[in-house]
């Protein structure tokens, strides 16, 4: 080798890393040999840390900033040796470049369903997943737990595991919440910072940290769904026969109005079927007026069951008789928490309207003295 060359090689290093990828996390500064040179350039750019490897041990880390290898200025060197043994380090030293940044759009998910109580629809099962972003706190301690001596260290060696936490703490934290289903929704966010919460810990001995995590959905299995949605729709829907009604006499103006249909003639031919048999029934009255039918009874009114909140503990369900009898007993009083399926959250008695009236029975206490 020509000695130009040996020389060009040998002299002062500039040591930097540049990044086009969205995933790596750790990535090893190559030298032949794994040589630095003493007076070496360090240039470490925001959103980076250098981590100085001497012969397997974990000299020094660097914040950003443009560094100069020497003695004076790096405590470390003062214990290497022979830094004046010409051109030719005898000692071999690695730089390991951490990336700081937020990792961002990491996805989890539950694998398998979590079955909790739901107070209004028993034990159910559900699905869970989102979104969370990790960064990296303490370059040395992440370098030496989880990277080791792997000079490519990508997001995808360190999410699964994490994903693993994440499950975990979501299977426990929706477990314990005692959230009904139906507002599940209106809760995610709260939750996500609880499951954030409870991973902390574990997450920092790696040496990283979860700024976000996000609850996109939580989810019923289909079979649940799908009569979940028959029971809405029976709700949106209201009276059933007012709604054939309606629906028969959509079809019979449609069918009208479609030239050549054999259904507007099917229609018309019942139609004066109907009027046939009407003609043929007797007449009564002074003037001949068919008696109408009297019109069916309302259906019963829907037998509200309640549940009640006392001392952070759920009770119930109980029906209104139940109700007014624990009134009578003084276990249910004006200022207690209930809830009823399609009600807006907790309220108490005395103001809901059908349990208003139980507490009528009894004076209400008497107004403060003047």
Known sequence: MPIFDFLSGQFIDVIHWTDDSRD??????EREGHEIKYGAKLTVREGQAAVFIH????????????????TNNMPIMTSLQHWD?????PFKSEIYFVNTNRFTDLKWGTKNPITLRDPEFGAVRLRAFGTYTVKVTDPARFLTEIVGTDGDFTTDEITFQIRNIIVQEASRALANSRIPVLDMAANTRDLG?????QISETITGYGLTLPELYIENVSLPAAVEKALDKRTSMGVLGDLTEYQR?????AM?????TPNSGMGAGLGMGMGMGMAQSMAQPRSGPWGAVPQAAPPPPPPPVEHIWHIARNGQTTGPFSKA???KMVTEGSLTRDTHVWTPGQDGWLRAEDVRELAQLFTVMPPP????D
């Open 322 to 324: 139940a109700m007014g």
């Open 366 to 369: 008497p107004p403060p003295g």
């Open 85 to 89: 043994h010409g051109f030719k380090s």
């Open 253 to 257: 103006q449609s069918a009208a109005t």
């Open 246 to 250: 309606f629906a028969t006499a959509e």
């Open 193 to 197: 910072k609880l499951i954030a919460e």
């Open 55 to 70: 012969e397997g041990q974990l000299a020094d880390v660097f914040t950003p900033g443009l560094y100069m290898l020497e």
């Open 24 to 29: 790596t996390m750790v990535t090893r500064f």
